[in-house]
């Protein structure tokens, strides 16, 4: 045995390199239901090189393994046997397991695959004919052609033959009639008859006792019915009688009597003239039965199931599809003008590469002032051939997207057979180019978008005919360039994402409130699959939904500077949208310091920067947390030197500044003491001393040599403790404390409000007698009016979209609030579900623009249009006069 | 090999203090006078920060907070030893040495001699008082006028231990 380390590596480097190469030739050729001379060669030449290689290197098992698949695939080259789909399956099987064995190398082989090379052998033997019995191998002829008919519909009914010779062509010509014959080779004493007819309604028929007839069911663990086809996705009966039963014309003892005078009727008559003659059927009912027969007939010369293999016609061997064989073998060609180069010896250049840039800066400010002849140039030069040196090195990490692309076929080939699905998967844009690293971290999200999409976007077949698609479902997966990013989709024409049922998922969950589901676009409700713990699948499949799965996904795009979004149309199927970019190595990034200690903030999580002038005016208390005051939202805020424990020099500082961060779906600022510039930063992974820390997302070298730490706006939110949810309640309430300020001449205090997202309303405080914050059971309904109970009264309710044209909103939640407008002999509540502000604003309405009664007009109000409510008029609109207070 | 047959080794010493310690002059990839070091908050004790070395980043190990002295301020003769990574030792056959996965260096107050001693000279680490850093000892060697402990690096890298 040949136990030398980097022998066994570059061999299993090169292995696994050919079934990359292999694979995808096969799943072409099992697709197209033929075999191609040229690709088998393919496969052939790759099984023999690792056979070689691994005889050499004394690796058992493998030798074993790719002996007996190259004994198969040797005979398919030689024309010997003639390919057949089902082959591709042991064959697939063979490549999975010898990539598990290249797998635990070096240590051990792993298991032998003794089962798979008995399988394989035992195929060849028969001369390539697969067989019911033999596990590998699907059925032969005669099996095959029973499950042929029982797909049809028909039982497939093995009938005893007489001794007698008149008696046998008696039976043989009565089963002729009501069935077809099965050809069963070397079977002398039976013969085997596929009938609509269920058995013994067939004995009935033919006049012989029921217990002399046997069905031909399919082998319990053959391949014929290896994967049989969901109850609901069985064919419709073909057969006029049956469909007569269907469709209520006839029950089935009626069905009985008319197959019963059809077999004793002398003249040949039809199922439907025989029953038109005994007065069971009308013309008109025969004639319906036919049509609904035509249809089912035409519907079922769909193509085959795809489980069923069968041989293809030779005209299906389209041209292009021996092209796209072709195409794929001069892939494999130019690929051979490639050398291999160790990842950590690229990493080393690329090292290199950034220390040579360092040198060169530092070069350059040295000379900056020279006066020497001649400086200036060698700079420059030397400048743009780093430049261009350090670019080079980095586009050598870079791999078309195809390596991981190449994949998915299989993978939903796999999916789909599990799942009794027909999927057409359409992969474009393999030749995009990611950072490696990158194009590694998309298998998992990737397999799992896949798996989501044949799953649970993709309805059954039949579903699917019925909804009036094509049985076969489309999933589509491509790769192209945006505006300096890549973006990948993964898309289907399934069912879609009902926003409804994500909601109230959400909710049962507790992962939003009622209230918060209301406000929800159906937009952001799709989106809301990337919660943790969300899944809308109905049931759990083993393929996929168990609740656990997009979060991750997005967590995994995050992690890679990339963003996913979702988008769904009920019935028409969902687009996933990845951004990525490009490469993982490099990100802007915005460069703080606090007490001369720097730290690199990636631009992606930064949505603005505040200066603050003066601390006290936007910083505010709730509880123990400091919150800023911004535009109308409070946001928490966190005081990196606090955070990180930074010790403080020097007096407190009155000046700041706040960097606004983006931390999942919340923000918050991070108060550091100096902004700088935004660098171009190479990505270092975090040290593993400081991995647990959490708020690290790695390390880089700033522009000077010196090392600074990337911060992750998810772990600071994390370390500092935030407590959004009470920021966010405190901020709500904040409407009801909020004291009436004097009035100045022209600004006053507004409350604002909302019931849904996108509409805001504002009412002077000093209109206001109270504001109120009220749970559900404090409502009465009297008719069609709400009354709440309140301190021993009763106060008539107006919702606003029942009086103005606008959208709804939520008192169908546990808790809202009720402005109560200070109006003489008038006690009457408005239901707002959310109190967005309190807040000082000199805007006046404009009346010219909307125009309602109950309306005072409106203005922009924090860049929202919003609109302000004249409450005595909304009242009167709203039918409560000011006698009615009770 | 020294005259009389007896394996010898070879241990580069440093300082802790007034204390001499030797490390294995097999698993040093360098010693670094550059100390700029960026502190990584919120990092265990003994992580004193991460440096740049030509590109590559170093996480620096304070091992007298390991061994339980008290912090030191930086000085002059402050040195980082820098260790050789454990793929490192293994392309240099070096297999029955050990260290870290990634690259680390050990924060010195000062670096000594190199010395070379024969395999009688090194006895094991005698048990410590409290016992708590016995493991981070791989041996002793005694010279004629002081004792030098030698340090196990990859126990004094392995944070998660006592900490």
Redesign the interface.
């Known amino acids: 045995l040949v136990s030398d380390p980097a022998l066994i590596s570059e061999f299993v480097t090169e292995s696994l390199e050919h079934l990359e190469r292999a694979e995808p030739l096969l799943l072409e050729m099992e697709k197209r239901g033929t075999g191609d001379p040229a690709a088998v060669n393919e496969i052939f030449r790759a099984i023999h090189s690792i056979k070689g290689a691994a005889g050499f290197l004394g690796l058992a098992n493998i030798s074993a393994l790719s002996h007996a698949l190259e004994s198969l695939l040797m005979r398919l080259r030689d024309g010997e046997f003639d390919f057949r789909p089902a082959m591709a399956d042991p064959l697939l099987r063979g490549i999975d397991a010898l990539r598990r064995m290249l797998g635990s190398l070096p240590d051990d082989e792993g298991e032998p695959a003794d089962a798979l090379c008995a399988a394989l052998t035992a195929l060849v033997e028969r001369g390539g004919v697969m067989n019911a019995a033999g596990a590998e191998t699907p059925a032969d002829p005669f099996q095959q052609a029973c499950a042929e008919q029982r797909r049809k519909g028909k039982h497939v009914v093995r009938v005893a033959l007489p001794a007698k010779k008149r008696d046998r062509e008696r039976l043989l010509e009565a089963l002729g009639r009501y069935g077809e014959r099965v050809e069963e080779p070397g079977e002398k004493r039976s013969v085997v008859y596929a009938s609509p007819l269920e058995l013994d309604l067939l004995a009935e028929a033919i006049g012989v006792p029921s217990d002399s007839l046997t069905e031909v069911r399919a082998p319990v663990d053959g391949a014929v019915d290896e994967f049989p086809l969901p109850d609901d996705a069985r064919p419709l009966p073909l057969y006029f009688g049956q469909i007569a039963v269907d469709l209520g014309f006839l029950n089935d003892e009626q069905r009985r009597e008319v197959l019963r005078a059809q077999r004793g009727s002398l003249l040949r008559r039809s199922f439907s003239a025989t029953a038109i003659a005994l007065g069971i059927l009308t013309v008109e009912q025969a004639e319906a039965i036919a049509a609904a027969q035509a249809q089912r007939l035409a519907d079922a010369e769909l193509p085959a199931h795809p489980f069923e293999e069968e041989e293809r016609p030779e005209a299906v061997r389209a041209p292009e599809g021996s092209d796209a064989i072709d195409e794929q073998m001069s892939g494999a060609e130019r690929r051979a003008e490639t050398i291999r180069v160790s990842l950590t010896l690229l990493d080393k250049l690329m090292n290199l590469a950034g220390e040579l840039v360092l040198g060169r800066n530092q070069m350059r400010q040295l000379l900056e002032g020279s006066t020497q002849p001649g400086v200036k140039s060698v700079l420059q030069n030397l400048d743009l051939v780093t430049t261009e040196m350090q670019e080079n090195i980095m586009n050598t990490r870079m791999q078309p997207i195809r390596v991981l692309f190449d994949r998915m076929p299989r993978l939903v080939r796999d999916i789909a057979h599990r799942l009794g699905k027909r999927v057409e998967l359409e992969v474009t844009g393999g030749d995009v180019e990611l950072d490696r690293s990158i194009i590694e971290a998309l298998a998992d999200p990737m397999t799992h978008m896949l798996r989501n999409a044949v799953d649970h976007g993709l309805e059954d077949p039949k579903g699917r005919v019925v909804l009036g698609k094509s049985e076969v479902g489309r999933v589509s997966v491509r790769a192209y360039h945006e505006r300096g990013r890549v973006v990948i989709e993964v898309q289907d024409d399934g069912r879609g994402i009902d926003p409804e049922r994500v909601k109230e998922a959400a909710v049962q969950r507790g992962a939003i409130t009622r209230d918060q589901a209301q406000a929800l676009s159906e937009k952001d409700a799709v989106a809301l699959i990337f919660q943790p713990g969300l899944s809308t699948a109905t049931e759990i499949s083993d393929v996929s939904g168990r609740g656990v799965g997009m979060d991750v996904v997005r967590t995994n795009i995050q992690n890679l500077g990339g963003q996913i979004e979702v988008s769904s149309a009920i019935g028409e199927g969902t687009r996933l949208r990845i951004h990525l970019p490009l490469t993982l190595a490099i990100i802007p990034s915005l460069i703080v310091s606090v007490e001369g200690e720097r730290f690199a903030i990636p631009q992606l999580n930064v949505v603005e920067v505040v200066r603050l002038k003066r601390e006290g005016e936007q910083v505010e208390r709730i509880r123990s947390s400091e919150v800023l005051r911004l535009r109308g939202d409070l946001l928490p805020l966190v005081r990196l030197a606090q955070c990180l424990e930074i010790r403080r020099s020097g007096e407190a500082r009155t000046r700041a500044n706040v960097v606004i961060l983006r931390s999942g779906a919340h923000l918050y600022g991070l108060v550091v003491d100096e902004l700088h510039d935004s660098e171009e930063i190479v990505v270092k992974p975090v040290s593993t001393y400081l991995s647990d820390c959490g708020w690290y997302a790695g390390a880089t070298i700033l522009g000077d040599g010196r090392v600074a730490m990337i911060l992750d706006a998810l772990g600071i939110a994390k370390r500092a403790q935030i407590r959004f949810d009470e920021i966010a309640d405190e901020g709500a309430r904040r409407g009801e404390h909020a004291e009436p300020a004097a009035p100045a001449a022209e600004r006053r205090s507004l409350v604002v409000f909302s019931n849904s997202a996108d509409e805001r309303f504002a009412m002077p405080l000093r209109e206001l007698l109270r504001l109120e914050r009220v749970e559900k059971p404090q409502v009465e309904w009297v008719g069609s009016r709400r009354f709440l109970k309140h301190r021993g009264r009763t106060i008539p309710l107006v919702r606003l979209e029942d009086v103005l044209p606008v959208r709804g909103g939520g008192e169908e939640a546990d808790e809202f609030f009720v402005l109560i407008p200070r109006l003489e002999g008038l006690e009457a509540g408005i239901i707002a579900t959310r109190i967005v502000d309190t807040l000082e604003s000199d805007a006046q309405p404009d009346r010219s623009q909307l125009h309602a009664p109950g309306l005072a007009g409106s203005a922009i109000i924090e860049d929202r249009l919003t609109l302000f409510l004249d409450a005595s008029g909304l009242l009167e609109a709203a039918g409560i006069e000011r006698t009615t207070a009770t | 090999m020294n005259a009389t047959g007896t394996p010898e080794r070879r241990y580069c010493t440093f300082y802790l203090g007034d204390e001499c310690y030797g490390i294995d002059i097999l698993t040093v990839r360098e010693i670094n006078r550059q100390v700029?070091?960026?502190?990584?908050?919120?990092?265990?004790a003994a992580?004193r920060?991460?440096?740049?070395l030509?590109?590559?980043?170093v996480?620096v190990?304070d091992p007298a907070v390991r061994l339980g002295y008290p912090a030191r301020e930086q000085k002059k003769s402050t040195r980082l030893v820098i260790l050789k990574t454990n793929s490192d030792l293994a392309s240099l056959g070096l297999n029955d040495l050990s260290t870290n996965?990634?690259l680390a260096g050990f924060w010195v107050d000062r670096i000594s001699d190199v010395i070379t001693v024969s395999e009688d000279q090194i006895a094991p680490a005698p048990p410590d008082q409290s016992g708590k850093n016995d493991h981070l000892l791989a041996a002793v060697v005694q010279l004629k006028d002081q004792v030098i402990r030698i340090v196990d690096p990859s126990a004094l890298l392995r944070?998660g231990d006592t900490e």
């Not at chain 2, 920060?49 to 740049?52: A, K, P, R, S």
């Open positions: 700029q070091i960026t502190p990584a908050r919120g990092a265990p992580v920060g991460l440096m740049n030509r590109g590559q980043i996480t190990i996965d990634e944070l």
